[in-house]
Nanobody, 128 residues
């Protein structure tokens, strides 16, 4: 069982930066034994994959639209994952969700159905 709580969202001007945090509380299985993903959902759109990171943090993957601008990371000693977002654009405006998966490999780990546990989301708004 995993409970996830996102924080760090807010209003920022285009070109600015934000760092989202995803704090995890686990029972039984340790946080370090979950892959973590970030998804986002804009109004009227489907939730989409943003990034994922492997158990150890050694492997990451990103959707093309955020490559070079966003960085996913984790600190297993703090049971926390992060999404550093630089060069933000108005089209990045969304509710951002973190999610946890028991899958070891992050290869192909981009579907919502791959992730069992979800946070409540944090709003990111980028003004032009």
């Amino acid at each position: 069982q995993v409970q996830l709580v996102e924080s760090g969202g807010g209003l920022v001007q285009a070109g600015g930066s934000l760092r989202l945090s995803c704090a995890a509380s686990t029972s039984g299985r340790a946080f370090r034994n979950y892959a973590v993903g970030w998804f986002r959902q804009a109004p009227g759109k489907e939730r989409e994959f943003v990034a994922a990171i492997s158990w150890s943090g050694g492997s990451t993957t990103y959707t093309d639209s955020v490559k070079g601008r966003f960085t996913i990371s984790r600190d297993n000693s703090k049971n926390t994952a992060y999404l550093q977002m630089n060069g933000l654009k108005p089209e990045d405006t969304s509710v951002y969700y973190c999610a946890a998966s028991e899958q070891y490999s992050i290869m192909g780990l981009r579907q919502m159905s791959d992730f069992r546990y979800w946070g409540q989301g944090t709003q990111v708004t980028v003004s032009s």
